[in-house]
Nanobody
Framework: VQLVESGGGLVQAGGSLRLSCTAS????????IGWIRQSPGKEREGVSC????????YYADSVKGRFTISRDNAKNTVYLEMNSLKPEDTAVYYC????????????????????WGQGTQVTVSS
């Protein structure tokens, strides 16, 4: 099982980045995929996730209206489009996969995510 994040980098405040998470080793379309971020001294924060049915989605309040999550099951990839970036978005962004029941997608319980990537650094300068 492997999850590989890409697309991180350094961007000025107000800019955009598109993160990708490409998976292998499991039946991708059966898994909910989430993006989680962590910055030094802070707890992990569930940013967004996308389920398997009707592409159910969840966004943390801190990113709602600025970030968009999507998935392409044919490519085993989930994307996180991040716009209007702020310095407080600076963190390592991880993607994770879990067999989450559809009615629980919106709870975004990190304990339900079995597989995790290594992370990609996003730095937003002011």
């Amino acid at each position: 099982v492997q999850l590989v994040e890409s697309g991180g980098g350094l961007v000025q405040a107000g800019g955009s980045l598109r993160l990708s998470c490409t998976a292998s080793g499991f039946i991708f379309e059966r898994y909910t995929i989430g993006w989680i971020r962590q910055s030094p001294g802070k707890e992990r924060e569930g940013v967004s996730c996308i389920g398997t049915e009707h592409n159910s989605e969840y966004y943390a309040d801190s990113v709602k209206g600025r970030f968009t999550i999507s998935r392409d099951n044919a490519k085993n990839t989930v994307y996180l489009e991040m716009n209007s970036l702020k310095p407080e978005d600076t963190a390592v962004y991880y993607c994770a996969a879990g067999t989450v029941a559809p009615y629980r997608v919106s709870t975004f319980d990190l304990r339900e995510y079995d597989y995790w990537g290594q992370g990609t650094q996003v730095t937003v300068s002011s």
